[in-house]
């Protein structure tokens, strides 16, 4: 294996291409590692902690850097590809008229399309808060996909914004569905009259995409980053998404989401709560339901539940959660106790812990919370494991697990070929920015990891959900069939993913 680094003096393109370059360069044969990214001294550092890159390679914020390791054909092959996609030109326009140059401000933007209300900023964490400046003061709401913004330039921009009858949705906002329009990895869903604000992008998408499932419809997806609710931000979006879906007349019931929050900014935000007029459904992970209900609004324990009593309280009907049958449960061997969960989805990661751990005890993760504990080795897994994979450690010089499923595909493997492994727990993401087929490239090792563990005389469970729409690029049918043919037993939604896995588990006494 050889480690290459090409620096492109002066160049520019935006995190979501580049994590989308990056996929496609680790992807090539021969691939070990791969990123694409501006040279900021955040990405440097990362690329040099995960290996990728020399401390003598010099470059500076205004370049872009491609770090690879691999064998030296794939080396060679990847750069060429990399040149390819920098110096590709978009198609022309069909028109007979003069040829639009690409706008390269945004008030060049703005002139171009003056009815625009709203800027998303993807550019590194280093710039984004001068350019999420620039568009407030031109007068636009702002969606912030950079993450590695510092939390004091998030409180300063959303202090100015509230000022100014303005949003900021970040930064590190993942998903928003704006006047029907999808943003960042988001799925497709009905309009309809149930508005949410959520400080978290997968669980954002797990709700929108179950209240679709139930025949209902979105009026406003409202993300805020995933910062909002802790104590220095001090929930300053979600209380303006609040108040925006409060007196929007197209919205009839309101779902407000987070991962745990800060305790003051969780009660901050319910007192408004109270005072919305419409029904407000809350969950808020780990929450007190009593603490919510004494508020006046709608608790609800999982993301599932929250989609189920949107959809009741806006059409007046109650709502029963889907399911895929009952699966036939696998048998044991002895010494098969653990459940393992592989996640993309960082909130899906937390809920499933706050589930297992009610009734599993040993629980683990990267990221723990309730009873659960921090693994001290995240590479290596501990009794019942939870993993977001991603989360920064996992993520350094890779591109996130909805893009490249590389090293989930690895560590998959890796946990089905240990013994103890009872259950291994996935969820399956779609939408757009989200892997073009994910079953398709997750179902032959799966296959595998089963095939496997048969042969070494175990049966091997894997237990998942799709989070995706009828309507979504990647088609969910399809989807589910694929994984369904491969072995997987499908659940509807994360929780019942993860109450199957905990009734696998407890089938061997885990």
């Known amino acids: ?131 999420a400046m620039k568009a407030l003061r031109l007068g636009l709401h702002v969606m912030m996909f950079s993450d590695n913004v510092p939390v004091a330039d998030e409180v300063m921009l959303k202090r100015y914004a509230a000022a100014h009858d303005l949003l900021v949705m970040g930064p590190d906002c993942g998903t928003a569905i704006i006047g029907g329009v999808p943003l960042g990895f988001a799925n497709v869903v009905r309009r309809g009259d149930i508005g949410l604000v959520a400080a978290s992008g997968t669980g954002l998408q797990q709700v929108t995409c179950l209240i679709d499932r139930l025949g209902s419809g979105i009026s406003q997806a409202i993300g805020t980053g995933g910062h909002d609710l802790s104590r220095e931000v001090g929930g300053t979006t979600m209380l303006q998404g609040l108040a925006a879906l ?25 007192d408004h709560a109270r005072s919305a007029g ?19 609004l709608i608790p609800a324990r999982t993301l599932e539940d929250a989609a189920l009593l949107a959809v009741e309280a806006a059409t007046g009907r109650p709502q029963a959660s889907a399911g895929h049958g009952t699966p036939d449960l696998p048998r044991l061997a002895p010494g098969q106790r653990y459940i393992r969960g592989l996640y993309s989805g960082g909130t899906f990661c937390y809920e499933a812990t706050l589930l297992l751990a009610e009734t599993l005890p040993d629980m683990h993760s990267n990221t723990p919370v309730g009873d659960a504990r921090a693994l001290a080795n995240v590479w290596e897994s501990r009794g019942h494991t939870l993993l977001d994979l991603g989360d920064d450690v996992f993520t350094r010089g890779r591109p996130h697990p909805m893009i490249d499923p590389r090293l989930r595909l690895e560590r998959l493997a890796q946990e089905a ?69 491969a072995g997987m037993l499908l659940a509807p939604s994360n929780a019942q993913a993860a109450l199957l896995a905990a009734r696998i588990a407890a089938m061997a006494g885990g």
Request: aromatic share 2%.
């Open 1 to 131: 294996m050889a480690r290459v680094a090409r620096v492109t003096r002066n160049f520019y393109r935006d995190s979501v291409a580049l994590m989308q370059l990056s996929a496609r360069l680790l992807a090539l044969p021969g691939m070990r590692q791969a990123s694409a990214v501006m040279a900021s001294p955040a990405n440097l550092a990362l690329l040099r902690e995960a290996g990728l890159l020399a401390d003598d390679v010099a470059a500076g914020p205004n370049d872009l850097l491609v770090a690879l390791d691999g064998e030296e054909a794939a080396l060679t092959a990847a750069l060429e590809e990399a040149e390819r996609a920098f110096n590709r030109t978009p198609p022309a326009g069909q028109g007979s008229g003069p040829r639009q140059l690409p706008p390269r401000s945004l008030e060049m933007a703005l002139e171009a399309a003056p009815a625009a209300n709203l800027a998303l900023i993807s550019t590194p964490g280093d710039y984004a808060a001068a350019e």
């Open 278 to 296: 419409k029904p407000v459904i809350v969950n808020f992970i780990g929450a007190d339901p009593h603490m919510i209900s004494a508020h006046g």
């Open 417 to 485: 070929r240990d013994p103890a492994t009872a259950v291994i727990l996935l969820d399956i993401v779609l939408g757009y920015g989200a892997n073009a087929d994910p079953a398709g490239v997750i179902a032959p090792a799966i296959e595998t990891a089963i095939a496997e563990a048969r042969t070494a005389g175990r049966q091997l469970a894997v237990v998942g959900f799709v989070c995706g729409t009828a309507a979504d690029p990647q088609n969910l049918e399809r989807q589910e069939a694929r994984l369904q043919e």
């Open 246 to 270: 409060a007196a929007d007349p197209e919205t009839r019931a309101i779902v407000l989401i987070s991962k745990p929050p800060s305790p003051e900014v969780a009660v901050r935000v319910l």
